[in-house]
C-alpha cells in the first residue's frame, strides 16, 4: 500500500481501523509505503501479532485488508466483509455453524492430507474424503496458512466462502 493509499484507506475508513486496532510489523513506519499495513483487528493475540509480522507482508492483498478475528464470539462488521483468522476454535465454530466437515480429496491420506476442504451437506461432496479436526489443522499449521472467509454475504444470507492463503505462495 502505497502512503497515497494508506492515506486514502484511512480517509474512506474514518478512522473505523482504529476501532479495531491497527498494527505496523516491528520497525516499520508509517510513511514505509513498502511493508506498512494497516491490520483490522478485533483482539489480536500475541501470536497472531506475531504472524503477521513475520509474514504479513507475504500475505495477498484480500488477507492484508481483510478484519482478523481470534475468537468464535467475534463477529463481521457488515454482511460481506472479508474476514481471516488462524483460530482452530474460530475456524471450527465456522465450518460446524454449516453442517460442513473437515475433508481432502480422496486421493489424499486421511492421516496427511495435503488439499484442505470442507464438505458442505447438499454440495456433491461425493469427492471428498472426511478428515479428522487434527489431520486438518496439521498441514494448516505446518504450512502457516491463513483462513480467509466471510461469515454472510452482502445481502445477509449465510456464506460458504472461504480461501486458504499461504504466505509462500508462489503468485506472492
Request: glycine share 8%.
Amino acid at each position: 500500500m502505497t502512503t497515497h493509499q494508506t492515506h486514502a484507506h484511512e480517509e474512506r475508513n474514518h478512522g473505523t481501523h482504529g476501532a479495531h486496532g491497527t498494527h505496523a510489523a516491528a520497525g516499520q513506519h508509517k510513511g514505509d509505503a513498502k511493508t506498512h499495513h494497516e491490520w483490522k483487528t478485533g483482539k489480536l493475540s500475541a501470536d497472531d501479532r506475531t504472524y503477521l509480522e513475520q509474514h504479513g507482508d507475504d500475505l495477498s492483498r484480500s488477507t492484508q485488508r481483510a478484519r482478523w478475528i481470534g475468537s468464535p464470539g467475534e463477529h463481521e462488521d457488515h454482511p460481506g466483509q472479508t474476514l481471516a483468522t488462524r483460530s482452530h476454535d474460530v475456524i471450527q465454530h465456522w465450518a460446524e455453524e454449516r453442517n460442513a466437515v473437515p475433508a481432502t480429496i480422496a486421493s489424499d491420506d486421511a492421516n496427511n492430507p495435503r488439499v484442505l476442504r470442507f464438505n458442505f451437506p447438499g454440495y456433491g461432496g461425493q469427492s471428498l474424503r472426511q478428515i479428522s479436526w487434527d489431520a486438518w489443522f496439521k498441514p494448516f499449521d505446518a504450512r502457516d496458512l491463513v483462513f480467509v472467509f466471510q461469515q454472510h454475504q452482502k445481502a445477509g444470507n449465510q456464506s460458504n466462502f472461504f480461501h486458504l492463503d499461504s504466505p509462500d505462495r508462489e503468485d506472492g
